[in-house]
C-alpha cells in the first residue's frame, strides 16, 4: 500500500510560482511511476507531468517549459516546480503513484486526496 499526501497549493498571481510536493509513505519501493494530475471546474482529468523510476519525464503541452516534474528519492517526496503561472492552471492538482504488485500484470494505482492551485489574473 502507498499513501500520498500532497502540500503547496495555495493562491498565486498570474506569472508567479509554485511548488507542489506530494510526499509518499508506505510500500515505496513498488512505485513505478508518479505524476501529477489536475481537475478544473466541469473539465476531465488530465495529465500534468509523469516521472518513471528511470528518471524518463513527461509532461503535458500546456504546460512545457513551464513546470518541472522530480523526485526526492531520500525524502520519497514526488516535486511539481510551477513557474510562469496563467490563470488556467487553476485546478485541483492531484499526485498520483502506480506500484508494482507482486505477481500481478498490473499496478496498483493510488491517488493523493488534491491540492488546490489558484491563479489569478
Known amino acids: 500500500q502507498v499513501q500520498l499526501v500532497e502540500s503547496g497549493g495555495g493562491l498565486v498571481q498570474a506569472g508567479g510560482s509554485l511548488r507542489l510536493s506530494c510526499a509518499a509513505s508506505?510500500?515505496?519501493?513498488?512505485?513505478?511511476?508518479m505524476g501529477w494530475y489536475r481537475q478544473a471546474p466541469g473539465k476531465q482529468r488530465e495529465l500534468v507531468a509523469r516521472i518513471f523510476s528511470g528518471g524518463t519525464t513527461n509532461y503535458a503541452e500546456l504546460v512545457k517549459g513551464r513546470f518541472t516534474i522530480s523526485r526526492d528519492a531520500a525524502k520519497n517526496t514526488l516535486l511539481l516546480e510551477m513557474n510562469s503561472l496563467r490563470p488556467e492552471d487553476t485546478a485541483v492538482y492531484y499526485c498520483?503513484?502506480?506500484?508494482?504488485?507482486?505477481?500481478?500484470?498490473?499496478?496498483?494505482?493510488?491517488w493523493g486526496q488534491g491540492t488546490q492551485v489558484t491563479v489569478s489574473s
Open positions: 508506505g510500500s515505496i519501493g513498488s512505485i513505478t511511476v
Open positions: 498520483n503513484a502506480n506500484a508494482r504488485v507482486r505477481w500481478s500484470p498490473r499496478d496498483d494505482v493510488y
